[in-house]
Nanobody, 115 residues
């Protein structure tokens, strides 16, 4: 299983970024996918989850209405569109999949929201 995140960077408050996670090594279309983030000095938290078909999504309270998770099963890729970014959204964003109870993680991509 390999998960490779991309798309992070420095953005001003109120700006937008789109993260991507390219997946390989498993049957991507069979599994739900998640995005987590970890801010400096804080625990990792769930940002968003999408079902295997993309028909169901859920979000952490702090990002509802601002972030959108989506997936393209033909490209084995999951996305996180982040709008109206705030300084508190700063952190490393990780892609995650659980297969037979085991969690797999990418190395993460850093998002910094600062003026």
């Amino acid at each position: 299983v390999q998960l490779v995140e991309s798309g992070g960077g420095l953005v001003q408050p109120g700006g937008s970024l789109r993260l991507s996670c390219a997946a390989s090594g498993f049957s991507f279309s069979s599994y739900g996918m998640s995005w987590y983030r970890q801010a400096p000095g804080k625990e990792r938290e769930l940002v968003a989850h999408i079902s295997s078909t993309g028909g169901s999504t859920n979000y952490g309270d702090s990002v509802k209405g601002r972030f959108t998770i989506s997936r393209d099963n033909a490209k084995n890729t999951v996305y996180l569109q982040m709008n109206s970014l705030k300084p508190e959204d700063t952190g490393v964003y990780f892609c995650n999949v659980r297969i037979w109870g085991m969690a797999y993680w990418g190395k993460g991509t850093l998002v910094t929201v600062s003026s």
